[in-house]
Structure formats: structure tokens, C-alpha cells
């Protein structure tokens, strides 16, 4: 009685794609009769890859490599690598003018909205700065006075007993 492969790093572990060579003995098998458990020690294939290329042709009728779902991807890696390395350099420029950059360098037509996308996919997160009131000396004179007033406030006297808690030595 022969037995089937039992190497592990064979056996384990995601592959690559099966050829068609491989899936047509498969649906041959399914053809004759034999069972998943049966067609997967004769070719050395994991048992859920035997029923999922059977269940496939079964809904399909065909064993071939469907196109993936979902619109592809507008940014090559290489485009990525150079909106990183644009806005390393200056952090000031806008999506508008990066957006035009990458038309003259790379070609890629993008809107600013997508670079706003793949600089927040990359970590890069654009932010307002705070708005700071104008200090005049006359709001300097102000605050200064105000804190003068208060400058023998204790938390223990103006805070609640639940935020402070009173320490007794």
C-alpha cells in the first residue's frame, strides 16, 4: 500500500496558485468518481483545495483564474515610494501641488483626494495648526493681573474631595 507524502513543509503553509495542469486531473477524479479524500493523496494536493476547485467548477463551469473583485489599485509602489519621499522633503506642500508633481515626474493623473487617501494609508496625517489668540501687551497686562490674583490657590481648596484626595501623614 503506497502511502501519501507526510512532509510537512510540503504539506503546510500558503502556495501559489495551482496550474491548470494540476486542476484538470483534479475535475478528471471528481469525473470518475473518486472521492475528495481519494483525488487529494493521488495528487498531493490539501483536501480543501481539491473541494474548493471542484466547487468552483461545479458554479462557474470552468477552472480558470477569475479576475480579482473590486477596482485596482490607481498607485504602483514606485508612485508610493515617491509621494513618501515628496512629502519627507517639505511637509508644507498641499495634495493639490503634490498631485501636480506626480503628473510631471511619474505621469500619474491623481486627484488630490487620492493623495490625501495613500498619505493617510501611509501614516502621514494632515493637521491645522491651533488657532493662537494675538497677545497685545494690553491682554498681557490682563492675564498677568489674573494670575497674581490667584496665585495662593491650593487644589485642595477650589477642587472636589473625588479628583483630590486628601493624604493625611
Excluded at 470552468?62 to 519627507?88: C, D, E, F, I, Y
Amino acid at each position: 500500500m503506497q502511502t501519501a507524502s507526510t512532509n510537512i513543509g510540503e504539506r503546510m503553509g500558503r502556495s501559489q496558485e495551482l496550474s491548470d495542469s494540476k486542476r484538470g486531473p483534479v475535475i478528471g477524479g471528481h469525473l470518475g468518481n473518486k472521492s475528495i479524500r481519494d483525488i487529494s493523496w493521488l495528487l498531493n494536493i490539501p483536501r480543501s483545495t481539491v473541494s474548493g476547485i471542484i466547487t468552483k467548477w461545479k458554479q462557474l463551469g470552468t477552472t480558470a483564474t477569475q479576475p480579482p473583485s473590486g477596482r485596482s489599485r490607481h498607485m504602483t509602489g514606485r508612485g508610493q515610494r515617491m509621494l513618501k519621499r515628496t512629502v519627507r522633503r517639505s511637509h508644507q506642500l498641499s495634495a493639490e501641488s503634490i498631485a501636480k508633481d506626480l503628473q510631471t515626474w511619474c505621469g500619474l493623473q491623481m486627484s488630490p483626494t487620492t493623495v490625501r487617501r495613500e498619505l493617510h494609508g501611509m501614516g502621514f496625517h494632515g493637521r491645522a495648526a491651533a488657532s493662537k489668540p494675538s497677545i497685545t501687551k494690553c491682554n498681557a497686562k490682563q492675564r498677568m493681573l489674573w494670575c497674581k490674583a490667584r496665585r495662593h490657590w491650593t487644589l485642595e481648596r477650589y477642587l472636589p474631595d473625588c479628583i483630590v484626595p486628601s493624604v493625611k501623614f
